[in-house]
Structure formats: structure tokens, C-alpha cells
């Protein structure tokens, strides 16, 4: 049969061919299998992940209000599956802060089951999301958003970390002030291993030594001492169910692509390749269900830790992601009794410096305020005020962008002007119009014209113009509408391409009354 034939041939050709040395042609064997140096390096930098990994997952758990073992779980799932399925090697994607707030109140309103089902169906809009582009549209969110949007961040983190510090033992307050201070001073003197994973073992190692009594990591829950196994959320499968989770889901969906895309842009720039944005939002989806299948809190792309991994341990391939995660689950289930130890002071210093760092001081600088535009601030600010008022990452930046738009219109439209010049002998009038032509500035474009006065020929010169929507068009409309009410005779000229092409498919449809 023909048909047969052919799918036999297509399916023939679909495997690449063997070398004379049996090895198969057309595949790209990874670097590390053919350069020690490589292998060395990734190894290396998987473990510094791992255990820097270790302390960020049991505060993140914290923040949520779970034992640390989901947190532990959810690290561990995001790195093994981004490492497969993911866009941009070398990123590291764990269980984050971000994550946490936002699904922190499912979690303490609802419980446990509903934050599981939250995760997986934030995969799934994950994949829908990616599948329909959503990468693209990152572009349109401006700069001052962005950093509202990080700056929000560090606040919520360090708010999260107040409760830590009221009402407890007064030793705690010398043990954070000595956490940070480790934190602040010890990479001064080497940096080959990471100053959280310093401070925590010396505060452990001093509260232990000590006896001193106060709150730890196990106060919180038993870590895991075996592999997570997969299984379904406790939660009914019904309508309710849904409408519950779904906006805590949408939120994480785009909270987790937000951060997972300006991490991966930003590997891209310090590795100077490129990656797909589309299959990381994807990737960021799969990584999300497979992690909510094993129990975990989800979470999407993490900036130190990828800081960690790329900038200083030099990480370069998807090795040292998937060694990432494999070494925190074996940290955990081997070490478990020794992280319980982990005095609750030593992750409070790590999340206030974690807050710190994250926090973009150079925005709000007198001297960048002084240079910066007041509608920039204007969005910086309102991004900030709406996260840290709703504890919604999404809705500020979505409230953020919306006002970066309104902003922007405003500013534009007022390069928008008209010009009249009256021919000696009286017999006709040009307008020059000048600038872009859309809904806010093409509104006030016809109060700019002397219907009454004019002579009987007009001429309306867009050769410096641009008519970007139907709003300039129907204001083009009722301009030649007046003219005419009076039996003079309008002339529109120097359209452009495109403005002419919106101009004849649009001109006269767009009143009823025509």
C-alpha cells in the first residue's frame, strides 16, 4: 500500500544513522561527557546550589505556611524536571518566596490539599500560557514595573519575616544580629562557599553547643526521610473546588512566568546565548504539575540561586540543575536530624538579606529621583503600593503596567499638534497636523479647526502625522462632516502606507449615520 510505504519511510528517516563506529550521527553529546573540566565545573556548582538551596526552601516553606519538607520536595521536582523539560540551561527553579505569598492564603484559609491543586493547575495555564506565546508579550512590561515589581518582592519577604521576631526568646535577636553579620562579612574573605549555608551551620553548631532554647526548624515539622511519592490532591474534584484554587493558580501561573523569563533574559545576557522563552514557559508548567503531583508548594526560576550556579560557580549546562536538586533530596534525607537543628534566627537573617539584596536601591536613590520622570516613579510607586496592599504579586503588576500605559498615552499625545496656514489670495486653508494620531490625542483634534471662518477649499496635511486606530479616523470623519455642513470641500493628503490603509477601510463606517 502506498499509504504504508510512505509512513514506513517517514518513520525510518526519523532515527539518525549509525557511524561506522556504531555511535549515532546527528546527536550533540553533551560537553560535560567529553570535558572533565566541564563535568568538574558542574558538579561543583550543583552542590554549592544544593546547599544554598537548603535554607531559601525551609524559609520559603515557612512563608507559606507548610512543614519544610514540602518546600525540600518542591526544590528538588523543579530543578530535576527544568533540567529536562526547561528552555534556558544552567537556571535554577525551586520553590520561591514569590510562590509562597502568593499561595500562602489558600493554604491557611483552605489547607493543604487546595494549595496542591493550586500548583498543578498553575502548570497546566503554564503550558497554555506558553503554548499561546505569552513569552512575547513580556516586552510590553515596562521597565519601571519591573522594578516595582522586584522591589514589592523585598518587601512582602522581609514583612513575612516580622512574626519571626515578636514574641520569642530574647536570644533570638543576638542570633540574627550575628547571622547577618556573618552574612555581610564572611564573603569578604572567600566566596567559594555560600554565606548562608555559613551562617546557618555556625548558629546551629552555637545554639546546639549552648543549649540555647530557641525556636528551630524542627518546631515547624518532621523532615523528610524518604523519596516523595506522587499521588492526587486530598480536595473534591468539583466546581467549587475549582473556583477556589483558580484565581491562586492564575495568580502563581503568572507570577512564577514573570520571574522565570526575567531570570532566563538575564542568564541570557551574562552567557551571551540565546534561549527559548516559549519552551520555558512550558517547562516552567511541567516542572509545576509534576511537582504538585509529588506534594510540593511549586515555584518557578530563582535569581541567586541561579546567580550561584552561572555567575559564580560558572555552570553552563543542564547537569548542574538536575545535580542541584538531586543533592538537596540527598542533603535531606541523609542530614534530616541535623537541619532540624537549624535555629529559626539563622533562616530570619538569611530571608532579611535575602529582602536586602532583592531590593533595588538605585531606583529610589535621591539622585535617580531627581533624574527620573515623574510618571516612571509614579509606576514604580503604584506597582509597590498595589503588592504590598493585596499581597499580590500579579495584581500590582498588572495595575503597574495598566498605569505605565496611561502614562505614556498622556505623555505621547501631546507631541500631537495642528497648525493652520491660510493661502494669500484667501481662497484655502492647510492644516499641518503633526505627531501620532490615536484615541488620546486625536479626541481634542476637532476643536482645532474654524469651521465658521474658513475659507470654501481645506486641505489637512498628514505628511507628519500617523493614524494608529479608528478613533483618529472617526475624528478625521467629523471634522470632514462639519466642513461639509457648511459646503466646503476638505482635501486629505500626505497619508503614509498604513495610515492610508486604515484610512480607506475604516473612513465612513464608523457612524451609524453614514
Known amino acids: 500500500m502506498p499509504g504504508a510505504r510512505a509512513r514506513q519511510v517517514s518513520f525510518v528517516l526519523s532515527f539518525p544513522a549509525l557511524s561506522p563506529t556504531g555511535r549515532l550521527r546527528g546527536l550533540r553529546r553533551p560537553s560535560w561527557l567529553s570535558d572533565p573540566k566541564v563535568l568538574r565545573t558542574e558538579v561543583l556548582a550543583g552542590l554549592v546550589v544544593a546547599l544554598a538551596l537548603i535554607p531559601e526552601a525551609i524559609s520559603f516553606s515557612v512563608i507559606a505556611g507548610v512543614d519544610p519538607a514540602v518546600g525540600l520536595f518542591a526544590s528538588f521536582t523543579m530543578a530535576v524536571t527544568i533540567a529536562v523539560v526547561g528552555g534556558r540551561p544552567a537556571m535554577i527553579s525551586a520553590a520561591t518566596g514569590a510562590v509562597a505569598l502568593v499561595i500562602a492564603p489558600l493554604n491557611r484559609e483552605h489547607g493543604f490539599g487546595h494549595l496542591v491543586a493550586a500548583v498543578i493547575l ?160 512550558v517547562g516552567q508548567g511541567v516542572a509545576n504539575i509534576v511537582t504538585g503531583l509529588f506534594g510540593g508548594m511549586g515555584g518557578c526560576a530563582m535569581i541567586g540561586q541561579t546567580m550561584i550556579n552561572v555567575r559564580v560557580s560558572g555552570a553552563r549546562t543542564r547537569l548542574s540543575t538536575f545535580l542541584a536538586g538531586a543533592f538537596l533530596m540527598v542533603l535531606c534525607v541523609v542530614f534530616g536530624p541535623v537541619v532540624s537543628d537549624i535555629p529559626m534566627a539563622a533562616l530570619v537573617a538569611v530571608m532579611v538579606m535575602v529582602s536586602v539584596g532583592t531590593f533595588d536601591w538605585h531606583s529610589v536613590a535621591p539622585r535617580t529621583l531627581r533624574r527620573m520622570p515623574a510618571g516612571e516613579i509614579a509606576v514604580m510607586a503604584v506597582t509597590v503600593v498595589c503588592v504590598v496592599a493585596t499581597h499580590n504579586l500579579a495584581i500590582g503588576v498588572v495595575v503597574g503596567s495598566v498605569t505605565a500605559m496611561v502614562v505614556f498615552a498622556r505623555r505621547v499625545a501631546r507631541f500631537a499638534d495642528v497648525t493652520a496656514v491660510t493661502d494669500p489670495d484667501g481662497g484655502s486653508v492647510v492644516y499641518r497636523v503633526t505627531g501620532e494620531l490615536f484615541f488620546a490625542s486625536s479626541n481634542d483634534l476637532v476643536g482645532r479647526f474654524r469651521y465658521a471662518t474658513d475659507p470654501d477649499r481645506v486641505v489637512i496635511d498628514l505628511s507628519a502625522a500617523h493614524i494608529w486606530d479608528a478613533s483618529s479616523v472617526a475624528a478625521l470623519d467629523a471634522v470632514e462632516t462639519k466642513y461639509a455642513q457648511r459646503g466646503k470641500a476638505v482635501e486629505i493628503t500626505g497619508l503614509n502606507e498604513a495610515s492610508a490603509r486604515m484610512h480607506r477601510s475604516l473612513s465612513g463606517e464608523l457612524t451609524g449615520g453614514q
Open 122 to 281: 498553575a502548570g497546566v495555564l503554564q503550558i497554555v500560557l506558553g503554548a499561546l506565546g505569552v513569552a512575547k508579550l513580556m516586552r510590553f512590561v515596562p521597565r519601571s514595573v519591573m522594578v516595582g515589581f522586584v522591589n514589592s518582592l523585598a518587601v512582602l519577604i522581609f514583612m513575612a519575616q516580622v512574626p519571626e521576631m515578636t514574641d520569642v526568646p530574647w536570644p533570638v535577636y543576638p542570633l540574627i544580629a550575628a547571622g547577618l553579620a556573618l552574612l555581610i562579612l564572611f564573603p569578604r574573605v572567600t566566596r567559594v562557599v555560600p554565606a548562608p549555608l555559613v551562617s546557618i551551620v555556625v548558629l546551629t553548631v552555637l545554639t546546639v553547643a549552648a543549649g540555647i532554647a530557641v525556636p528551630t526548624v524542627g518546631d515547624r515539622g518532621e523532615l523528610p526521610s524518604s523519596l516523595p511519592v506522587p499521588g492526587l490532591p486530598d480536595v473534591p474534584f468539583t466546581l467549587d473546588t475549582l473556583r477556589t484554587v483558580a484565581p491562586y493558580a492564575l495568580a502563581m501561573a503568572l507570577v512564577g512566568l514573570m520571574e522565570s523569563l526575567m531570570t532566563a533574559k538575564l542568564v541570557d545576557d551574562i552567557t551571551d546565548t540565546r534561549s527559548s522563552k516559549t519552551r520555558e514557559s
